[in-house]
């Protein structure tokens, strides 16, 4: 023990005795200012810096140290210090020191400042120069620097960028601690063997070791950083582009502004916010391959990047990690990391060609389940610059979307020009959608719940088991694709099955989405409600419609064309891309049960034909009034019956067909002109293609029973060939139920037929047994072989009646035959005339006026009238001529009392010719044994007037002398041997006429004195021509023959 502790402090003297030797040794040579020159030109020699170093001290302690004060570093030729520092302290090694020589191997700086500039291209003069500091050992013969480490504590440094704009870039760095230590040896081999990815070309030359805190100022903003690690040199230059890097670097707190100002231009960001912390693995060379990994947190941040995004991004709080390995011209991305409140995502990826103008990128990334709106403001809108993109992404409206791959791979300029070259093989993707939702523009309905996967591989996007609600329907399963072109619309192919809302579809094919003649035929359908079950087939190529081909399932959908309501309808719709079917389909019209079969060909083209069949048991009549007429209303009584075939073209109107058989039972009909409806209608009606058959049509006319048999010919003249009959008829009352202006069918008709009454009524005309052939022809009615009775007596003829909108014509040739007086002139509206007996009338009459009275005054023609065997009584002009008679100058005689038996004649006849409305005759004779009259004259009946010639001879009985008395036409009462004879001129108004008499006389004084009536008017030239007249009269034609005397 004892020998122990003397060798011990023998060992601690000579430690004692070398330190001291050494330091003497080092005193000796600081003083004699050999290492102050040796260690100036050695820098000034490596650097190119002006050095200027203060006095020099010995510092003893832990460590045996020269120190120098106010040292100062300048540019050659400059006059502006860049670097100064109040003290730097060389660090001596002790052993060499008695051999009279001093090794340096580490110097420190003390609150050193300096000023750095990158000039425009790229280049940082004064840090080349300082890394050519001899970090390698240097000989001289009595002194060495063997620089192994440099401390710097307190440092100051201002960097001028004159790289990045016009205006350079200040960046100030503070309280620079910067620690460089050289590693050699077994420390250099334990660091190769520490890398993490070792490489067979790592270089094996010198290395140092660093550890740097600074803080860092920029524009008012300011951060800390730190670096630690180890940089290996393949030479004996120091030249940190050739150097091996292996370093951690951390961040604390960068604010958002700073990040904008160092990236400048090479980030198209308008502002950013937030702050962020970074810590980051550095490893390789910057010349071959360099290998980043690492993670960097941030909070509150927030960038706006207009030409890229759409929005501003607000991650807000989040990291990010990634593993980025660089090589010359390529960027490997082996992990990205993204994690924010807003967004999640995981990105690979490279980027070959990073100094060219149009690199190429290749990336892959995955996301978690991101929010629609998320994804919307995320994706780079702007740069991808897609109107295609635009619009979907301007529809989606929520849910949420998870991306099981996607990528992009292509250059930049390939990926920029994709909406005009096409999706390709330059960008893929796999997603699932959730509950998305999206209101796309252009008469689209909203998307909700839309539910699926979707992808897009070589420009094809598929989409598998997609469901959701299109508007009100609902899709269940949507299998199907659609290959995006460069121009126009891509080429589409899905087939769906779901429930679709009949209403909305009717919406939507009226948009246009599927063939012209789509909408057409959609466009009859007013109103449309219910749903149905679908399973179809939808094919669109580009540039053209959609073609759809499959099945539409209805279960009591309800629909409106025109007035006409189907419900209930249950059937199955095929629809092929050029035809529609439907069998057996099941419905009610407007309550009625139908059954409805529809063929539509071709529908998509001009040309398209359909074919359709409706049948029923029983319709309700104004369903197919309204139908086939467009009369009546659904209220309407009675039932229909049978079927109704129509087919035709869709583009034209030509050649279409309407066939069909329809049973008609208790039916109403409302049909123009008639003002009211045809009622209880039973028979059956036949449609062809060449007309309508009506069989046994019976029913009620106006309120009469009737019965109706024709047929209607489309093109053939007459258009209507009827047989019609009524066992009784107010005709004047159907007349006035005619509106004829109201209709131009009624205008345009043209029949023939005839019409058989077995009893009726024509104003006051009473008939039976009427019959006549009737022709109709543009509203001008013509009757042949008209025959009818009336009172016992009959009527027979011919007549034409247009019945124009403007004025009613007439042409009647009627020959009347023994019809009661009292009925005939009750015919026109004379009901007080005293008058019995028998009517017989031939004759021709025509008028034409708006009404009545303009007729009346219009009326033209001729007839002849003979009335026989009846009875005058209270007639008023009759009974003012025997007023006016004097009798006391005629024998005692006296007339028959007219009111109570009347006077009696055989005959009254005459001819008339009618002129305007003014009757006028020359023969009109009264054959009576009481009383005989002949007259001449007219009747104006549209003025109300009358002038008439009248002579009256009473007592003819008993004068057995007087063989006859000519007519008006021979001369007036021209009396051979007579007794007597009177006469009279009636005059003025017909209802109140002014009648003039004239003396009782002789024949002789009647004609050459009291008459004046010259002898030619007479007919009598002498007694001889007068007696021939007598014996002649029995043989005068009818015109002139007399009345029979009595016996």
Same mark, same amino acid.
Do not use: C
């Given at each position: ?11 601690? @003297? ?283 947190? @941030? ?185 995006? @072109? ?425 001819? @008339? ?135």
């Amino acid at each position: 023990m004892r020998k122990a502790l003397k060798f011990v402090g023998f060992l601690v @003297f000579v430690l004692i005795l070398f330190v001291a030797v050494a330091s003497l040794a080092f005193y000796h040579l600081i003083r004699e200012g050999e290492f102050r020159r040796f260690l100036i030109s050695e820098i000034e020699k490596q650097t190119e810096l002006k050095v200027q170093l203060g006095e020099a001290d010995l510092e003893l302690g832990q460590i045996l140290a020269v120190g120098f004060r106010d040292v100062a570093l300048s540019e050659p030729g400059g006059t502006e210090r860049a670097i100064t520092a109040e003290r730097i302290t060389a660090r001596v090694a002790l052993l060499p020191l008695l051999e009279r020589k001093l090794i340096f191997y580490e110097i420190g700086l003390q609150k050193p400042t300096a000023q750095m500039v990158r000039d425009k291209d790229g280049k940082i003069v004064l840090l080349d120069r300082l890394l050519n500091l001899p970090f390698l050992k240097k000989n001289d013969s009595q002194f060495a620097l063997d620089l192994r480490a440099i401390n710097i504590r307190g440092g100051e440094v201002d960097f001028y960028d004159h790289f990045t704009g016009e205006r350079p870039a200040t960046t100030r760095l503070r309280n620079v601690d910067l620690e460089v230590q050289r590693i050699s040896g077994v420390a250099l081999r334990e660091f190769f063997q520490k890398l993490v990815r070792p490489k067979t070309n790592q270089p094996h030359g010198p290395a140092l070791q660093f550890d740097l805190r600074t803080g860092v100022q920029r524009d008012g903003q300011q951060t800390q950083v730190r670096a630690k690690g180890t940089l290996v040199f393949p030479g004996e230059q120091l030249e940190l582009t050739n150097a091996w890097w292996n370093a951690e670097t951390w961040i604390v707190d960068v604010p958002g502004p700073m990040i904008q100002a160092y990236a400048g231009r090479r980030l198209p960001v308008k502002s950013i916010s937030g702050t962020l912390n970074s810590q980051l693995h550095v490893e390789g060379s910057m010349k071959e391959r360099l290998h980043l990994k690492g993670e960097l947190a @941030f909070r509150s941040l927030a960038a706006d990047a207009p030409e890229i995004f759409s929005m501003p991004l607000t991650p807000g709080d989040g990291r990010l990690e990634l593993e980025v390995n660089w090589q010359p011209q390529r960027w490997d991305l082996s992990r990205l990391y993204f994690r924010s409140k807003e967004l999640k995502l995981e990105l690979k990826g490279a980027l070959s060609g990073a100094d060219h103008r149009d690199p190429h990128v290749q990336l892959n990334w995955v996301t978690p389940s991101l929010p629609v709106a998320v994804v919307k403001k995320y994706l780079p809108r702007k740069w991808i610059d897609s109107p295609q993109l635009e619009h979907v992404l301007a529809a989606l409206q929520q849910g949420d979307l998870r991306l099981n791959k996607a990528g992009v791979n292509g250059r930049l300029s390939q990926l920029s020009q994709m909406t005009k070259t096409g999706l390709d093989e330059h960008v893929w993707f796999d997603a699932e959608l959730h509950d998305v939702g999206a209101n796309f523009s252009g008469g689209y309905l909203p998307l909700r719940g839309i539910q699926g996967r979707i992808a897009l591989d070589r420009g094809l996007i598929s989409f598998t088991g997609v469901s959701g609600d299109y508007g009100q329907s609902q899709l269940t399963n949507i299998d199907g694709s659609y290959r995006f @072109f460069a121009a126009g619309q891509g080429a589409l192919q899905f087939a769906a099955r779901g429930e679709v809302d009949l209403a909305e579809l009717r919406e939507q094919l009226m948009q246009g989405f599927l063939p012209a003649q789509t909408p057409r035929v959609v466009s009859s359908i007013q109103e449309i409600a219910g749903r149905g079950k679908f399973d179809v087939a939808v094919n669109r190529t580009a540039g053209s419609l959609p073609l759809v081909e499959g099945k539409i399932m209805l279960d009591g959908p309800r629909l409106r064309i025109d007035n006409f309501s189907l419900s209930e309808i249950r059937g199955d719709l095929a629809l092929t891309p050029t035809d529609v079917k439907a069998e057996k389909v099941r419905a009610l019209l407007s309550g009625s049960p139908i059954q409805i079969q529809l063929d539509l060909k071709d529908y998509a083209r001009d040309n398209g034909t359909f074919d359709l069949v409706v049948d029923s048991t029983a319709v309700k009549a104004g369903v197919i009034t309204r139908l086939l007429l467009s009369t009546g209303s659904l209220q309407d009584p009675g039932l229909v019956r049978g079927f109704i075939r129509y087919q035709g073209s869709f583009g034209t109107r030509e050649g279409r067909k309407l066939t069909g058989t329809l049973d008609l039972a208790d039916v109403q009909l409302e049909t123009l002109p008639l003002l009211q409806p045809l009622k209880e209608l039973n028979g059956r009606v036949k449609i062809d293609e060449t007309g309508i058959d009506f069989q046994n049509i019976r029913g009620l006319l106006v309120g009469f029973p009737a019965n109706f048999s024709g047929r209607w010919r489309y093109s053939q003249k007459p258009q209507l060939l009827f047989d019609f009959a009524s066992p009784n008829l107010d005709v004047s009352y159907l007349l006035s139920q005619i509106e004829p202006e109201s209709s131009d069918f009624y205008a345009n008709l043209q029949a023939e037929g005839r019409m058989g009454l077995a009893k009726g009524r024509v104003k006051e005309l009473e008939l039976s047994d009427l019959k006549s052939d009737v022709v109709i022809d543009h509203r001008v009615w013509r009757l042949r072989n008209l025959f009818l009775r009336s009172a016992g007596g009959s009527i027979q003829g011919s007549g034409t009646i247009a019945d124009k909108p403007d004025a009613v014509r007439f042409d009647v040739t009627p020959r009347i035959q023994g019809v009661p007086v009292p009925t005939f002139f009750k015919w026109f509206d004379i009901t007080n005339a005293e008058m019995t007996g028998r009517v017989n009338l031939t004759g021709n009459l025509e008028s034409i006026g708006k009404d009545g009275a303009e007729r009346k005054k219009n009326l033209n023609g001729s007839f002849n009238l003979r009335i026989e065997d009846g009875t005058i009584r209270r007639l008023r002009v009759l009974i003012q001529i025997l007023n006016l008679l004097d009798l006391s100058r005629w024998f005692t005689f006296k007339l028959p009392d007219l009111t109570k038996q009347g006077i009696r004649f055989r005959n009254i006849t005459g001819d @008339f010719k009618v002129t305007n409305g003014v009757y006028y005759t020359e023969n009109l004779l009264v054959d009576s044994d009481d009383l005989r009259m002949s007259g001449a004259g007219k009747i104006d009946v549209p003025k109300s007037e009358i002038d008439f010639l009248v002579a009256v001879r009473p007592f003819a009985g008993i004068d057995t002398a007087i063989n006859y008395i000519p007519l008006i036409g021979r001369g007036i009462a021209a009396i051979k041997n007579s007794l007597l004879v009177a006469s009279f001129n009636i005059t003025g108004s017909i209802d109140d006429p002014t009648i003039t008499p004239a003396p009782l006389s002789t024949l002789s004084e009647v004609f050459l004195s009291v008459l004046g009536i010259l002898k030619n008017m007479i007919g009598l030239g002498d007694t001889e021509k007068k007696d021939q007249a007598t014996e002649e009269a029995p043989k005068q034609s009818a015109k002139e023959k007399p009345p029979a005397s009595s016996k």
